[in-house]
Each structure stands twice: as structure tokens, then as C-alpha cells.
């Protein structure tokens, strides 16, 4: 690009230097140097990364070394052309379950690629960068402490069509990190607190506690995202919001979402707040009570000012469970006798605030919506009261 950028440049100087033109044609020929300058850039612009879904087999591994195992990654450049880097997942495809995130890199075609297995690690290396039907590779496992137990020869090939015996994985992009965050917690599973996941595809957390979800459903844990998953969680999720009444809230032009459990909570009032009104909704009987608002924005300075007074140890406080990932806040504590939730997202325009109190005892109703609720505040940089 930076030739490019130089031979326009260059034409721009020689039309400055040519006949007396009007006023207006320099500024004309600058905006092409930025029009073309900004198609060479997205030109260079990464291109999406590829996915490599292979079937392996290692006839001769030792337990608890995986003898059929599935490969699920994203293929994306690497240091240099010759080079990509592999992102993604491994999971058995027999009892006992085993999988975790695998990462490595290929130089041509020669791969590899490396599993963290709970603190163990099944290393496959072989030309599987550009495998289009059975590929020899070899395969090391080690226990926690790098021993090496087991290794030997694995054989690779395309996985087309469904994992035997477990059925057809969903399409790459089917689902991104915060839809799976979302099904999930719908299904109280507990999922990453901090900072909202956004449309990367899921992580190594969402894939774990999906394993988890699996094995619940008794199917092995794999941590694979399966089609029947997905259909099962979205079920689960619409039935859910369903018999929550779940009603959506928010405001698109000042950057904020979020939603409420109406058949619960089903008083609203809006009370004036910091920066407008509140926007609150309360039990039947007004011992269960959320409030959700966009206040005024904070400094850096003040913001980490407001979380040393609102996390403050107090002898009144128990079970505090508190987590924070820059501008993004969440909190959880039991006080005088009542369960207190809280999300705080801070960003330039303002700070939102979400807060969710319900009795410690007789609250059993609320609690499935502690994470729902706190995960339901979703803000973007345009965010302002």
C-alpha cells in the first residue's frame, strides 16, 4: 500500500504544481487519494478466517489419551505467507469425554497442533493444512506434569457429514460467543462474568460450559457444537422467556438493551434517576425489586473511586462474588437479608446501571435470574442517558 500511497501523493504534487486551476480541483484530487488510499486498505484487510474440521484416529493411544477425536478450528494467516495460525477446538468422540481448546500453526501443509486436555496435552503433528481426504500424522500425550504417556501414529481425514455416533456439528458462524452466552444462560448454565462477549465465535468458556450442559443432558461432553444442541437450547430459551413473560427494554439511539422477567416483576414505575427517569419494576408484594438506568458518565478516576466504595469489605456482607474487566462491573451479595445483583458498564457517554435486589429466604423464584439479568444489560460506545 505504500507504493500506492506514494504514486498518488506524487500525481496530487504534479497537479499542484500544473496551470492555475479553480480552487476546488486540488481538493478534488485529494479526496481521490483518500478514496483509492482507503480501497488499498480494505483490500489489505485480514480476509475471514477458514475452517478445518477433521475426524482423527489413534488406534494405539493409552488411556486416558483420546483414541477418536474430532478437530474443529479457524484457519487464519500466520507471520508470513507460508505460515497460518489454528485456533479452535478438540473433544473425543468416545467415553470417557475429554476436550479444550487447541491452537498451533502450519507452515505450508505441515501442521501442528496442540489440545489443552485439562491440564493435559495431545499434541498432532502431520500435513493436515489443506487436508482433502486421509492424512498419516502422529500424535503426543502428556500428563499434567509434561510426562510423555502415550504416542504414536493417528490418521486424519475430512469430517463430512456427522460425527459418528454423536450427529451433525452446526454450520461455522451458526452461533457467535454472545448467542451461545445467551442459550446457555437460559438453561442456568453459569457463563463468563465481566465484559459482555460479542460476535466472535464462541470461546473455550462457552465451549466448556457447553460440555457441561451436555453431559447434564447425559450425551458426552464434548464441548462440539452440535445442530440438536442448538435446536434443544432454543427451545429451552423461548419456553423460558415464555413462562418469564420476558419483556425487552432499552434504547438503540443511546446505545443500551436490556429485559425483565414481567410475570415476576410486574409493577413498573419510573422515578426520576441521576440523568432521567429510572426505569423500575417491582414484585407483587414489593419485596423483589429491579432498577435499570443510564446515569451520567464517569472519569477512569472515578469510576475506580466507585467500585473501591461499592466493593468496600462490610462484616455485614456475605458470599460477595465480584468481577471487573475495564469499564465492565458485575456484583453479588448477600445484606440484611435481602440478595443484591448488580451490572455496571461505564463508557464515555454515560454509565448504565443495573440493580437487583429479592429476599435470601423465600427468593428461591428469583434466583434462576441473577445471571440473566445482569448478563441482559448489553451497551455499546454510543451509550448515553
Not at 479457524?74 to 507471520?79: F, H, I, N
Not at 416483576?265 to 423500575?280: C, D, I, S, V, W
Request: charged share 20%.
Amino acid at each position: 500500500m505504500a507504493a500506492i500511497d506514494a504514486a498518488l501523493i506524487g500525481e496530487l504534487a504534479r497537479l499542484r504544481r500544473a496551470q492555475p486551476m479553480p480552487r476546488s480541483r486540488p481538493l478534488v484530487a485529494l479526496s481521490l487519494v483518500v478514496a483509492l488510499v482507503g480501497q488499498a486498505s480494505a483490500a489489505l484487510a485480514d480476509p475471514p478466517a477458514k475452517t478445518l474440521r477433521l475426524i482423527g484416529d489413534a488406534p494405539t493411544a493409552v488411556d486416558p489419551a483420546p483414541k477418536a477425536f474430532v478437530i474443529d478450528i479457524a484457519v487464519s494467516d500466520g507471520d508470513s505467507e507460508a505460515q497460518t495460525s489454528l485456533d479452535g477446538w478438540l473433544a473425543s468422540t468416545a467415553a470417557p469425554a475429554a476436550s479444550g481448546p487447541a491452537s498451533g500453526a502450519c507452515v505450508e501443509t505441515h501442521c501442528t497442533l496442540t489440545a489443552d486436555l485439562d491440564g493435559q496435552k495431545l499434541t498432532v503433528t502431520g500435513d493436515f493444512g489443506a487436508a482433502a481426504g486421509p492424512v498419516a500424522a502422529h500424535f503426543t500425550f502428556k500428563d499434567s506434569d509434561g510426562k510423555v504417556v502415550s504416542e504414536g501414529a493417528a490418521a486424519l481425514k475430512p469430517l463430512n457429514g456427522d460425527v459418528p455416533g454423536l450427529g451433525a456439528l452446526a454450520g461455522p458462524g451458526a452461533v457467535n460467543a454472545a448467542e451461545l452466552d445467551e442459550l446457555l444462560l437460559w438453561s442456568h448454565e453459569t457463563t463468563a462474568s465481566g465484559s459482555p462477549p460479542g460476535d466472535d465465535p464462541p470461546d473455550s468458556i462457552q465451549r466448556d460450559t457447553l460440555a457441561t450442559w451436555q453431559g447434564q443432558q447425559g450425551r458426552l461432553a464434548t464441548g462440539l457444537i452440535f445442530s440438536a444442541d442448538l435446536t434443544q437450547l432454543h427451545g429451552a430459551e423461548a419456553d423460558a422467556k415464555k413462562v418469564a413473560d420476558w419483556t425487552a427494554l432499552g434504547d438503540a439511539a443511546h446505545g443500551w438493551r436490556a429485559g425483565y422477567p414481567a410475570a415476576l416483576l410486574p409493577n413498573a414505575t419510573h422515578p426520576a434517576g441521576k440523568a432521567g427517569p429510572e426505569q423500575r419494576f417491582a414484585s407483587a408484594d414489593g419485596k423483589a425489586v429491579l432498577v435499570v438506568a443510564v446515569d451520567p458518565p464517569m472519569s477512569d478516576a472515578d469510576f475506580d473511586a466507585f467500585e473501591e466504595k461499592l466493593t468496600a469489605d462490610r462484616d455485614s456482607r456475605s458470599g460477595v462474588n465480584m468481577t471487573r474487566v475495564n469499564g465492565d462491573l458485575q456484583l453479588r451479595y448477600v445484606e440484611g437479608g435481602l440478595v443484591t445483583v448488580e451490572a455496571y458498564h461505564s463508557r464515555a457517554g454515560g454509565l448504565a446501571r443495573l440493580e437487583f435486589t429479592y429476599p435470601d429466604e423465600g427468593g428461591d423464584a428469583y434466583a434462576p435470574y441473577e445471571l440473566i439479568l445482569q448478563h441482559s444489560l448489553v451497551v455499546t460506545d454510543d451509550l448515553k442517558p
